[in-house]
C-alpha cells in the first residue's frame, strides 16, 4: 500500500545553463558511462594536440635562436671587418687588408650556414641575397684599393673611398636587419605559444566546468536526493521519487529506487500485519477470561429458567433473559474488538471519539496488566479526530503493553491523557508510565526498527517502530521525553482536522 506520495528532485527540472546546452549540442543522447568517457577523452585529445603544437613551437623557437646567435656573430664579424678597414684607409698596412679579407670570408661562410640550417623565409632569403651582394661590392672596392688602380689623393681614389664607406654602412645596416628580424620572430613566437597555452587554458577549463556543471546536476544532486529519500524511509516515510526521462543512469537508478521503496512498503506491511498477529496471540489467553465471565452468567442463567420451568413467575423469567441478553452483547463486543484489531484494512480516515479508541484499547490489553497496575483513562468525551480508528488503537495497544511490561514493582499506573492546543491546532496525547523510563542515550533510537532494549526473545522492537509509522501516516508526530529516570512518557500530537487520504 503506497502513500501517493512524491518526493521531488529539485535538480533534474530546469532548462539547463548556456554552458550545459553547448555540452549537450556536442554529446547529444549519451548515457552518463559515455559522457564521462568523453568528458576524460576529449581533454586527453586537446592537450594532444596542444602538446603536439607546443612542441612545434618550440621546435622553431630553437631554431629561431640559433639563427639569432648566428645573425648577432655575423653582424659582429662585419664590424670587425669595418675596423681594419678604417686601419687599412689610415696606415695602409698590407696585414690590416688581409685581416679584413680574413674577416670577410668569416661572413660568408656564416651567411652560407645559415642559409643551409633551415628552409629561410622569403623576407629573410631578400635579406641574405642583399648582405651577399654587400659583401661583394665591399670587396671589389677593397681591391681597387690595393691594386692602387686610383692615384693616392686623386678624385678618383676619393670616389673609391666614399663607395667603400657607403658599402661598409649597408653591409652593417643589413647585418643589423637580419639580427633585428630574427628577434622579431622569436617575439612572434613566444608571443603565438602563449596566446595558444592561454586559449587551450581557457578551453579547457570551460569544457571542464560545464561536464563538471553537467555531471554534477545529473548524478551528484541526483545521489543526495537519493540519499536523503533513503534517511526519509529510515523514519519510515515511504515515498517515491519523480523519474526525469532522461534516457541513462539516472532514470534506471531512480526507477531502481522507486521498485525498492514499494517493494520495502509492502515487506513494512506484511511486518505490522505479523507483528498484529503476535499481539493477538499475547491478548488471547487475558481474552479468554474476559469471555469466561460472561459465558458462566449465562450458562446460570439458563440453568435456573430450567429448573423453573413452568413455575417461574414471568417478571424473573424476562430479568433473567435480559441477563442474558446483556452478556451475549459484552461477548460480542469483546470478540468484535479481536476481530478489529486482527482484521487488514486499507488506511482510510474517519472521524471518531478519541475516548472511545483508547477505550477499547484499554478493554483489549486490561487482561494482559497485572492487577496491581492501574489504567487511568484522561481524555476529553467531545474530543474527535480524523482517525484510521484501527490503527491508533493499534498504536495504543503497542504503548500500552510496552509500558506494562516497563513497570517492575507490583503496583504501578499507566495513564493515556488528552488535551487540545489551540495555538497549533492539534490534539496532544501523553502516555505516561511508572516504570524504569528510557536511558537518555536510547531516546534518540527507539523508535528505529528492531532496536529493543529488552532481552533476547522478549521483543522484536517492531512495537514502536510501528507507532511511529502509523502517527506519521495521520500526519503527526511522536517523541519519547526526558523524565530523569521515573517512568516514561510518550507525547502524540495529531492535527485536529486533516483532509482524508484515499487508499495508501
Given at each position: 500500500m503506497l ?13 539547463p545553463?548556456m ?15 559515455q559522457?564521462v ?11 594532444s ?27 659582429n ?12 684607409l ?55 684599393l ?7 689623393g ?21 647585418s ?13 613566437l ?5 596566446r595558444q597555452l ?7 577549463l570551460?569544457?571542464g ?18 540519499a536523503n ?12 521519487l519523480d ?13 531502481a ?16 500485519q ?8 499475547v491478548?488471547t ?24 420451568q ?23 463486543d ?5 476481530l ?23 478493554r ?23 482517525l ?20 517492575p ?8 491523557s488528552?488535551r487540545?492546543?489551540e ?9 505516561e ?61 495529531l ?10
Amino acid at each position: 500500500m503506497l502513500e501517493g506520495k512524491r518526493l521531488e528532485i529539485p535538480n533534474i527540472p530546469g532548462p539547463p545553463t548556456m554552458a550545459e546546452k553547448s555540452i549537450l549540442s556536442m554529446l547529444p543522447h549519451l548515457t552518463i558511462r559515455q559522457k564521462v568517457l568523453a568528458g576524460t577523452v576529449i581533454p586527453v585529445v586537446l592537450f594532444s594536440v596542444l602538446g603536439v603544437a607546443s612542441y612545434n613551437y618550440l621546435v622553431r623557437l630553437e631554431a629561431s635562436l640559433t639563427h639569432m646567435e648566428m645573425a648577432d656573430d655575423l653582424a659582429n664579424t662585419i664590424l670587425e671587418v669595418r675596423r681594419y678597414e678604417k686601419n687599412f684607409l689610415l696606415y695602409a698596412h698590407d696585414e690590416d687588408y688581409d685581416e679584413a679579407q680574413r674577416f670577410m670570408d668569416l661572413a660568408r661562410s656564416s651567411l652560407r650556414a645559415m642559409a643551409d640550417l633551415s628552409p629561410q623565409p622569403r623576407a629573410r632569403k631578400m635579406l641574405d641575397e642583399s648582405l651577399s651582394k654587400n659583401l661583394d661590392a665591399y670587396q671589389e672596392f677593397t681591391l681597387r684599393l690595393r691594386s692602387q688602380a686610383e692615384p693616392p689623393g686623386s678624385e678618383a681614389s676619393a670616389r673609391v673611398r666614399d663607395a667603400l664607406r657607403q658599402a661598409g654602412k649597408d653591409m652593417v645596416d643589413t647585418s643589423l636587419a637580419i639580427k633585428n628580424s630574427e628577434r622579431e620572430r622569436i617575439l612572434r613566437l613566444v608571443s603565438s605559444l602563449m596566446r595558444q597555452l592561454v586559449i587551450t587554458g581557457v578551453l579547457l577549463l570551460s569544457f571542464g566546468t560545464a561536464m563538471a556543471m553537467l555531471l554534477g546536476r545529473k548524478i551528484l544532486r541526483a545521489l543526495n536526493t537519493i540519499a536523503n529519500a533513503t534517511a526519509e524511509i529510515g523514519q519510515g516515510r515511504f515515498k517515491t521519487l519523480d523519474v526525469p526521462r532522461t534516457n541513462d543512469e539516472t532514470q534506471r537508478v531512480l526507477e531502481a529506487f522507486n521498485r525498492m521503496t514499494r517493494e520495502l512498503e509492502r515487506r513494512q506491511d506484511q511486518l505490522i500485519q505479523e507483528k498484529k498477529l503476535s499481539s493477538l496471540g499475547v491478548l488471547t489467553s487475558g481474552i479468554a477470561h474476559q469471555l469466561n465471565n460472561p459465558l458462566n452468567n449465562i450458562s446460570t442463567s439458563c440453568q435456573i429458567l430450567q429448573e423453573e420451568q413452568g413455575e417461574c413467575d414471568p417478571e424473573f423469567a424476562a430479568r433473567m433473559l435480559g441477563n442474558i441478553q446483556q452478556e451475549v452483547l459484552r461477548a460480542r463486543d469483546i470478540v468484535k474488538g479481536l476481530l478489529e484489531f486482527s482484521r487488514a484494512k486499507d488506511f482510510s480516515l474517519k472521524r471518531v471519539s478519541l475516548d472511545e479508541v483508547a477505550a477499547k484499547a484499554f478493554r483489549l490489553v486490561s487482561s494482559q496488566v497485572p492487577s496491581g497496575i492501574a489504567l487511568i483513562k484522561d481524555i476529553p468525551p467531545d474530543l474527535a479526530l480524523d482517525l484510521d480508528a484501527a490503527r491508533i488503537q493499534e498504536a495504543f495497544i503497542n504503548l500500552l503493553l510496552n509500558a506494562a511490561q516497563a513497570i517492575p514493582d507490583p503496583t504501578g499506573s499507566i495513564t493515556v491523557s488528552a488535551r487540545v492546543d489551540e495555538k497549533t491546532h492539534e490534539a496532544v496525547i501523553a502516555v505516561e508510565d511508572t516504570g524504569t523510563g528510557i536511558p537518555d542515550e536510547d531516546l534518540g533510537k527507539i523508535f528505529d526498527p528492531f532496536y529493543t532494549t529488552k532481552e533476547v526473545g522478549k521483543g522484536t522492537g517492531l512495537g514502536l517502530s510501528i507507532v511511529f509509522g502509523i502517527i506519521e501516516k495521520h500526519k503527526g508526530s511522536i517523541i519519547a521525553e526526558r523524565t530523569g529516570g521515573k517512568g516514561a512518557r510518550f507525547v502524540i500530537r495529531l492535527p485536529l482536522t486533516q483532509e482524508p487520504e484515499g487508499p495508501a
